[in-house]
């Protein structure tokens, strides 16, 4: 089944003034998404979602599909599924959703996402593992899979929680990144919000508790972190270096 893959990147952001156009090792750091979703051949086509005209012309001038969308899109996914109800989108009946802050997304986490689909889930993501030391920080967002390898829940706090204290507990970091059927996407974005999607800020805590099932792949590494802060993007960089110099000695 085709696979289209959609980056949102919306321009505004309070805690990284326009993010997607800050350089990451010299280039914007939604182009490093571009390239490095492309370069997994994931999927048949890559497109950018944006609702800024400076970003999409900034895609466009590096060769890469871009389409603007609205400004009043609350998520990701709400961006996505405006871009997947285009005519000339109309032929892909999956949908991949790679976030704009995610330049150095796993291979195993676009792909893991891709055959939970393929094996029969609406929705498919990703996690990773998590160091036990870090579970408590709300920035990684930790997710508990049942024996179906489906979520049970996904949330800002150390879940499963280590009562007696004792260690142990196996932490999934997730990853993100989504995938979608068609139908599963348009059913998505026409379900009423839920509390604990407000209270956790987890757009997919709605799905979920509206019973709709997200199959999530685990793979045996620790996440990187997306770019959310000057930080995150300083510890990017620094990342790709030691890459590019692992890569030329």
Not at 4 to 16: E, F, K
Not at 58 to 78: K, M, P, Q
Request: aromatic letters at 6%; one cysteine or more.
């Amino acid at each position: 089944m085709p696979v289209l893959g959609v980056i949102p990147a919306r321009l505004g952001s309070s805690r990284l003034p326009r993010k997607p156009l800050r350089l990451l090792a010299g280039e914007p750091l939604v182009l490093r998404v571009v390239r490095r979703l492309t370069a997994f051949a994931a999927c048949d086509r890559v497109v950018v979602a944006t609702d800024a005209l400076e970003i999409a012309s900034v895609v466009r001038a590096a060769g890469f599909e871009a389409v603007l969308t609205a400004t009043t899109h609350e998520s990701g996914t709400e961006r996505i599924a405006e871009v997947a109800a285009r005519r000339e989108y109309a032929d892909y009946d999956l949908l991949l959703n790679v976030q704009g802050d995610e330049p150095l997304v796993a291979a195993a986490a676009v792909h893991g996402t891709l055959e939970r689909l393929r094996l029969g889930d609406p929705i498919g993501t990703a996690a990773g593992v998590l160091d036990p030391d870090l579970a408590a920080d709300p920035n990684r967002v930790k997710v508990v899979v049942g024996p179906d390898g489906r979520a049970v829940y996904f949330s800002r706090a150390p879940i499963p929680f280590d009562r007696d204290g004792k260690g142990g507990v196996i932490y999934h970091q997730h990853v993100g990144v989504y995938g979608y059927t068609r139908q599963a996407l348009e059913r998505w974005v026409r379900l009423p919000a839920v509390p604990e999607e407000r209270w956790e800020r987890l757009e997919q805590l709605r799905p979920l508790l509206h019973g709709i099932p997200i199959g999530v792949a685990r793979f045996d590494e620790a996440p990187a972190p997306g770019v959310d802060t000057a930080d995150d993007l300083e510890w990017a960089e620094q990342t790709l270096a030691r890459h590019s110099r692992e890569v030329s000695s």
